[in-house]
Every structure is written in C-alpha cells, then in structure tokens.
C-alpha cells in the first residue's frame, strides 16, 4: 500500500507556552486558540528532538475473600511526564528549573533544590507554511525531574525539564487534551473548478476526508447531483441559480466543511 501523502506533514517548529496555574482559567475549544491572549508566555521552542510523553499507570490493589479469590480491584489513577530536551535558555524555563522567580537584572536565590510551583501548558506544532498540526493543552502539571546542566561552549545553560500532569479540574477534568489536525476526519474543500460554472454544469470538488459525502451544497442550494470520485475528490451538477457568491460545502456523517469562496455563472441554457 502507497503512504498517502497528505498524511504525512512535518513540523518545522515547537512551541511552549507556560502560565501559573490558576483553577478556572479559559478553556480552550479549539486549535485556534491563542495562548498569548490569555496572558501565557511564549517559553520557547522544544529542541529537535521534540519532547517524550510517557504513560505511568496507576498502582492496582486487589481484595481478596476469605477463600483467597479476588472480589475487588481498586485502580489507583495514573499520570503522564512528558519531557523536554534541550530547551533554550527563557526567563520562564529558569524559573521552572531552578523553582524561583528571576529578577529584571537576570540575578535569582536557590535555597531549595525542591520544585513546588504548579503550570498550565500549551504546546503547538505548526509545519513549513505556520499551519497548525497539532495543539495540546495540558491543565495542571509540575516540574518532577531536571537533567544535569553541563556548562561548556556547545550547550551552555541548556535545560532539560521532565513535568508530570495532574488531572485538572471543572470544564478541564483531563491531564491533556490535543487537537491532531491529521486525525480530523471532517471534510475539507480547497478546491472547485472550473469556475463560474452554469445551471447543469458539473464542477470538480478537490479536498480531503469526502468519502461517504451525504451532501454538496452551492451557496444555500443541495447540488443537483454529486458522485464522490474519491476521499479527495467529488463531481458535482451545478443547482439552478442566479450568478454570483456560492460557497461549496460538503457534508459527511463526521460533519459539515469548510465553506469555501467560489463564484458561480448565470442561470445556463
């Protein structure tokens, strides 16, 4: 089987927003959220190696009757770390490091190797163009490992931070949540040609996810006919109408799409 290439996207840059946690604090609802407007600072970019997320599994205890056969098993609730190599030297990550706050001068006190403070993270991938691929948010977590700093030429103050999540709280009850722009299977048009096509026209629909399509519509208006040709293409009968504006949707049972601009022509013959 081919690898299809519209699943395969890299990300060119990684980056990591940090704030105190507070309980009640914004959800997000989608990728568009934007962690600057809610006062996250921009802590940086993950190096090249990206960050590890890892699974730790809670701890199950079993009661057992009289007899020694188990009745009952008790899940204790796991966690996540997710770990981050080689993170530039900010004024957010020093502090996340060292668990102090940093002075405008640039001058801090350590007198506990300790980490107390708690963070609401974002993270976000966004590939050659600055399209978003990925963005995760996670609610409530602490600074539970530090690698070794190594002070040379090569990686001076290079700081290497593992945090370990909690579950959040109210409308945030989760350790993470991510938006995967590669697993969204709702359709999307980025196409229709030719333009300016007439009553009974057929228009070519280009775009993503439109396998099992239930409906075309041009403007307001159910196309006459459509046919899915494949999962990134669709013809469809132009509905009668008058010319101008006519965005075309397509809908599947995972949703409506985009509404993507294009001008129809007058009425045909």
Do not use: C
Request: hydrophobic fraction near 35%; avoid cysteine; glycine fraction near 10%.
């Amino acid at each position: 089987m081919a690898n299809d290439a519209s699943k395969v996207q890299l990300i060119k840059d990684g980056e990591i927003w940090l704030k105190d946690y507070e309980p009640g604090e914004a959800v997000p609802t989608g990728p568009d959220f934007n962690p600057a407007v809610h006062d996250y600072a921009h802590a940086g970019y993950y190096s090249s190696d990206g960050f590890t997320l890892h699974p730790e599994i809670g701890d199950t205890s079993e009661h057992k009757a009289q007899n020694g056969e188990v009745v009952l098993e008790d899940d204790q609730p796991g966690f996540f770390t997710i770990a981050f190599s080689g993170l530039e030297t900010r004024k957010e990550i020093a502090e996340a490091y060292f668990d102090v706050v940093i002075n405008p001068d640039g001058s801090f006190t350590v007198i506990t190797v300790g980490s107390s403070r708690r963070y609401t993270m974002f993270i976000r991938g966004v590939d050659q163009s600055g399209e978003q691929m990925i963005f995760a948010h996670l609610p409530k977590l602490k600074v539970s490992d530090r690698e070794d700093m190594t002070f040379n030429i090569e990686t001076l103050r290079a700081y290497g931070l593992t945090f370990k999540t909690f579950q959040g709280e109210g409308d945030v009850a989760y350790h993470l949540k991510v938006w995967d722009k590669l697993l969204d299977t709702r359709p999307v048009v980025t196409g229709a040609e030719p333009p300016e096509a007439e009553t009974g026209d057929e228009v070519t629909i280009t775009g993503l996810n439109f396998t099992g399509a239930t409906n075309v519509k041009f403007g307001a208006t159910n196309a006459a006919d459509f046919d899915v040709v494949s999962d990134t293409e669709i013809t469809a009968e132009m509905p009668a109408g008058s010319a101008g504006s006519a965005a075309v949707k397509v809908t599947t049972p995972a949703g409506e799409s985009n509404s993507f601009a294009y001008t129809r022509g007058g009425s045909g013959a």
